[in-house]
């Protein structure tokens, strides 16, 4: 899946992908590929400057640690990340039961009013 699809989601995701704890960024693009079962295959070019601008909002904090002798980046939610998230999770399951009344094959159409 292209990361054009993901336009307005990949910040839930990453928000989501966090709520395990703290990851350092390739472990964040590894985890996306696994719980997505290798659909979701995205750059270093996308998945960093979005932790960059959800740290910027307050939503992901970051800290370098040196492992085996390599810095690296770990990431991990803020109080008002894990409240963001909360708020994605509320808005995705509305949006997707909205456009589901439309695009399941078996989904009778609502009552008119």
């Known amino acids: 899946m ?3 699809a993901l336009h307005g989601h990949l910040d ?8 395990g704890g703290a990851l350092h960024g390739y472990a964040i693009i590894e985890a996306l590929r696994s719980r997505s079962g290798g659909v979701l295959d995205l750059p270093t070019g996308t998945v ?13 904090e970051s800290e370098w640690s040196t492992v085996s002798g390599r ?10 990340g894990h409240g ?7 808005g995705w399951q509305e949006f997707s039961a909205t456009v589901g009344r439309f695009l399941d094959a078996g989904a009778p159409p609502p009552a008119a009013t």
């Open 84 to 90: 963001a998230l909360r708020a994605e999770r509320t």
């Open 48 to 60: 960093y400057p979005a932790l960059r601008r959800l740290e910027r909002a307050g939503l992901v």
């Open 2 to 4: 292209k990361a054009q």
């Open 12 to 19: 839930a995701l990453l928000l989501a992908v966090l709520e």
């Open 71 to 80: 810095q690296r980046r770990t990431y991990r939610l803020t109080r008002a």
